[in-house]
Nanobody
Framework: QVQFVESGGGLVQFGGSLRLSCAAS????????MSWHRQAPGKERELVAV????????NYADSVKGRFTISRDNAKTTVYLQMISLRPEDTAVYYC????????????????WGPGTQVTVSS
């Protein structure tokens, strides 16, 4: 079955950095675009970054452009999120998933979500 195991979160000060990892299994990892989402308390889950399966091109939410970098290792079926210049508004639980192209946007491939990893940025 599909599984996502996120790790690498923690407590960091304003301006700090973290690198998140997500180990995926149960599907053909290399065939899917992969993504990171986040959910802050009291807010809906939002798509943060996507990396394609074909040429490795990336897309980011405006709020994280220039600060977050998504990457993937198909051999390890793992997707990463390097985060720098972190802000208190980045505080959230971060999740990964796979994505399917849907017009000019993306459609999350799986209903299953892993446990996520908590990122807390102090001011």
């Amino acid at each position: 079955q599909v599984q996502f195991v996120e790790s690498g979160g923690g407590l960091v000060q304003f301006g700090g950095s973290l690198r998140l990892s997500c180990a995926a299994s149960g599907f053909s990892f290399s065939a899917y675009a992969m993504s990171w989402h986040r959910q802050a308390p009291g807010k809906e889950r939002e798509l943060v970054a996507v990396i394609t399966s074909t040429d490795g091109s990336t897309n980011y939410a405006d709020s994280v452009k220039g600060r977050f970098t998504i990457s993937r290792d198909n051999a390890k079926t793992t997707v990463y999120l390097q985060m720098i210049s972190l802000r208190p508004e980045d505080t959230a639980v971060y999740y990964c998933n796979a994505e399917l192209p849907f017009g000019k946007t993306w459609y999350t491939a799986w209903d299953y979500w892993g446990p996520g990893t908590q990122v807390t940025v102090s001011s």
